[in-house]
């Protein structure tokens, strides 16, 4: 079982930053892949970013590359997620998800077996 805390949002102005960070429960944590997800208001859930268990192994969406970086620390047994030159299109609520299989980095939210309850982000123009 793994448990996982968003963390990190807020409101902040066009072009700006923010680092999301995702706590997680449970001495599995080091062996899951690691996904961030986002919902907008009337649109349906979508893939960010994810990570292998070791971190050796990343993947985008193509509406962040070269924006956002997914990382993490097991020792902490925290992921974070580093978004620069932020806009009003990610304004959406922030999902962190977890999957064992840990070197399938997966852009379905079906293939994630454990979600944190989310975190907002508003980036104002």
């Known amino acids: 079982q793994v448990q996982l805390v968003e963390s990190g949002g807020g409101l902040v102005q066009a072009g700006g930053s923010l680092r999301l960070s995702c706590a997680a429960s449970?001495?599995?944590?080091?062996?899951?892949?690691m996904g961030w997800f986002r919902q907008a208001p009337g649109k349906e859930r979508e893939f960010v970013a994810a990570i292998s268990w070791n971190g050796g192994g990343v993947y985008y969406a193509d509406s962040v590359k070269g924006r956002f970086t997914i990382s993490r620390d097991n020792a902490k047994n925290t992921v974070y997620l580093q978004m620069n030159g932020l806009k009003p299109e990610d304004t959406a609520v922030y999902y962190c998800?977890?999957?064992?299989?840990?070197?399938?980095?997966?852009?379905?939210?079906?293939?994630?077996?454990?979600w944190g309850r989310g975190t907002q982000v508003t980036v104002s123009s």
């Open positions: 449970g001495r599995t944590f080091s062996s899951h892949s």
């Open positions: 998800a977890a999957q064992p299989l840990g070197s399938w980095l997966p852009r379905g939210d079906y293939a994630y077996d454990y």
